[in-house]
């Protein structure tokens, strides 16, 4: 029922920008905490940019911070991660992930990832 998916990857030059949407269904959007994560072949996942429920704090990874922008928009129950001055380095699987903190049991939901090459 509860679904989280992913658009916006696909191939950019060095430089360039790309804004990654999580459109999320079947729950409540406003209790979730939203991150997104990137995986690159070899690589551990990694946690790329988080935002609160009600989008009060962000959160970086040092790797993207000043480039990456994490944003929610409440009325479409999605989440975004704008991304300016990509590298190759940037290049992996984006993953969408939402995580119920304020309920009890914590619950979470993951997105099937949206492909992102910084290529020239």
């Known amino acids: 029922q509860v679904h989280l998916v992913e658009s916006g990857g696909g191939l950019v030059q060095p430089g360039g920008s790309l804004r990654l949407s999580c459109a999320a269904s079947?729950?409540?959007?406003?209790?979730?905490?939203m991150n997104w994560y990137r995986q690159a072949p070899g690589k551990e996942r990694e946690l790329v940019a988080s935002?609160?429920?009600?989008?009060?704090?962000?959160n970086y990874a040092d790797s993207v911070k000043g480039r990456f922008t994490i944003s929610r928009e409440r009325a479409k129950n999605t989440v975004y991660l704008q991304m300016n001055s990509l590298e190759a380095e940037d290049t992996a699987v984006y993953y969408c992930?939402?995580?119920?903190?304020?309920?009890?049991?914590?619950?979470?939901?993951w997105g099937q990832g949206t492909q992102v090459t910084v290529s020239s």
């Open positions: 992930n939402a995580v119920g903190r304020l309920f009890l049991p914590r619950t979470e939901y």
């Open positions: 079947g729950l409540t959007f406003s209790s979730y905490d």
């Open positions: 935002i609160t429920n009600t989008g009060s704090i962000t």
